[in-house]
């Protein structure tokens, strides 16, 4: 489970990180390696490439994007698996509110079961496009 300040930590790395979507660009392999760039056409990093018999060095990302990529590999899947594990408890909240029906107190069954409306509602309302 990610800590609120795992998230926190995420969120900064991608707030701080060039704006995307970023794009790569394999480069022509006779005097460009390839590079990042942002959809505007703006450089991110560049890997270098050569021209004639001279090499030349790329351009290295700023620091915020180097944190951005370095840490990619493991916030993708912490996030995707915190997403899971909530859709789960959700699924197990609903699941919990809908067999209220068999409880022996209907007003604690009826409150149950506003909430668990409610809930529905703001599915569908967060399911529809903006």
């Known amino acids: 489970m990610l800590t609120r300040e795992d998230l926190e930590a995420i969120r900064e790395r991608a707030e701080k990180a060039t704006l995307g979507p970023w794009e790569w660009s394999d480069g022509d392999y006779i005097n460009n390696n390839g590079d990042f760039r942002t959809s505007a056409g703006e450089p991110i990093c560049h890997f270098g490439g050569h021209y004639g018999y001279e090499t030349?060095?790329?351009?290295?990302?700023e620091l915020v994007d180097i944190e951005f990529i370095a840490h990619s590999r493991e916030d993708i899947p912490n996030l995707l698996a915190e997403i899971d594990r909530l859709n789960n408890r959700w699924d197990d909240l609903r699941g919990e509110i809908e067999e209220t029906h068999d409880?022996?107190?209907?007003?604690?069954a009826w409150a149950?079961?506003?909430v668990l409306s409610r809930m529905k509602t703001k599915?569908?309302?967060d399911a529809e496009p903006s």
């Open 103 to 108: 409880c022996e107190d209907y007003t604690e």
């Open 123 to 125: 599915e569908e309302s």
């Open 56 to 61: 030349f060095t790329g351009m290295e990302p």
């Open 112 to 114: 149950y079961r506003d």
